[in-house]
């Protein structure tokens, strides 16, 4: 159990639909990441935040949006959703963001199905 | 983001050692050099990381190049639970973690 909790674990929904994904990071943890992975593509960097704050982004699509809440924990939110955007979403998270020696913990991710 | 090289994939039979080479020839010298595997259907997992020396902890040891443009995972014995795809990155400036395609590391009994 890495203590990051990703919710829900599974998601189907229709195309057009919009959908929250949710991710508790590890007590202390400042840092957030999201990652997609779909099949034909590997793990691709979304987005980054600490302390509620946007740090970095990387191949997210203007579609999808995220927020780091005050007590921290982030969420991932994907508008107008296609059948591309079918893939297993994760969050990860770590103490600071500027440590480049410390380990990201990873959650489970969420599955997401757009039929 | 600073790329790295991996073999697609490699084999191991059990309980033998298990040598995951990374190509990195575009390593800054601020660069850290983290490894994460990922099991079937599971998250990503922390491995190891080291910066210039080579390191050793309860899972693996890593070995670095003097000159830093490559490193080795060293898996002292490897079992079936070893099985997973093993992501060599390097964590720059951005503090951000660049997944590549990763080494799929299969073990025979």
């Known amino acids: 159990d890495s203590g990051v909790t990703q919710t829900p674990k599974h998601l189907i929904t229709a195309t057009g639909q919009r959908v929250t994904l949710r991710c508790s990071p590890r007590s202390g943890d400042l840092s957030v990441y999201w990652y997609q992975q779909s099949l034909d593509q590997g793990l691709q960097f979304l987005i980054q935040?600490?302390?509620?704050?946007?740090?970095a982004k990387g191949n997210i699509l203007e579609r999808f949006s995220a927020q780091q809440f005050p007590d921290l924990h982030s969420e991932l939110n994907l508008s107008s959703l296609e059948l591309g955007d079918s893939a297993l979403y994760f969050c990860?998270?770590?103490?600071?963001?500027?440590?480049?020696?410390?380990?990201?913990?990873f959650g489970q991710g969420t599955r997401l199905t757009v039929v | 983001d600073a790329k790295t090289t991996q073999p697609n994939s490699m084999e191991s039979n059990e309980e033998e050692p298990v040598h995951l080479p990374c190509n990195h020839s575009?390593?800054?010298?601020?660069?850290?050099i983290h490894w994460y595997r990922q099991l079937p259907s599971q998250g990503p997992e922390y491995v190891i990381h080291?910066?210039?020396s080579n390191v050793n902890n309860r899972m693996a040891s890593l070995a670095i190049a003097e000159d830093r443009k490559s490193s080795t995972l060293i898996l002292h014995r490897a079992t079936l639970r070893d099985a997973a795809v093993y992501y060599c990155i390097l964590r720059d400036f951005t503090n951000n973690l660049f997944f590549g395609t990763g080494t799929r590391l299969t073990v025979i009994p």
């Open positions: 575009t390593i800054s010298g601020t660069d850290y």
């Open positions: 935040y600490y302390n509620g704050e946007e740090r």
């Open positions: 080291g910066l210039t």
């Open positions: 990860a998270s770590s103490p600071a963001p500027r440590d480049k020696g410390t380990e990201a913990f």
